[in-house]
């Protein structure tokens, strides 16, 4: 099953082609995305919801303190390429960072169109996406 949603996620891709998947496909996507990936973080839940104008996707992981750089990345890349096959038009995504030892979560936030200029386009580096996208709080 996990194959047969990335290969479908990749034709999409280099064909450019305008298949596009509902939420309960997407939320398979989302969950084999991080069992695919060996250093993925553990995902502990996700949430698709409308708030005003904006269309979010939510997901909220658990990582090492040590890791949340690496953690922050994944999970953005994650929402990303997945919203980006997604029939629903998401607008925003917010990411909730929970660590292993006892300490406030982070909330990040982002705008999806201007971060697909660094996940899925490439022409802003991730310098550029953090000053120009990301908003980070703790809680």
Known sequence: MRFFFFQLLLIQIIA?????FGDEQIIVMLKEYFLSNKSAPLLMGHQFYTDKDETIFQI???????????????GFKAINDIANVAKTKFTHSILVIHFNKVA???I????LKCSKNYFIYSNDNEKQWRKNCLTIQNY
């Open 60 to 74: 909220e992981i658990k990582t090492k303190t040590q890791d949340v750089n690496n953690t922050l990345l994944f």
């Open 104 to 106: 406030l979560p982070i």
């Open 108 to 111: 990040a936030e982002s705008n």
């Open 16 to 20: 450019a082609s305008d298949l596009r």
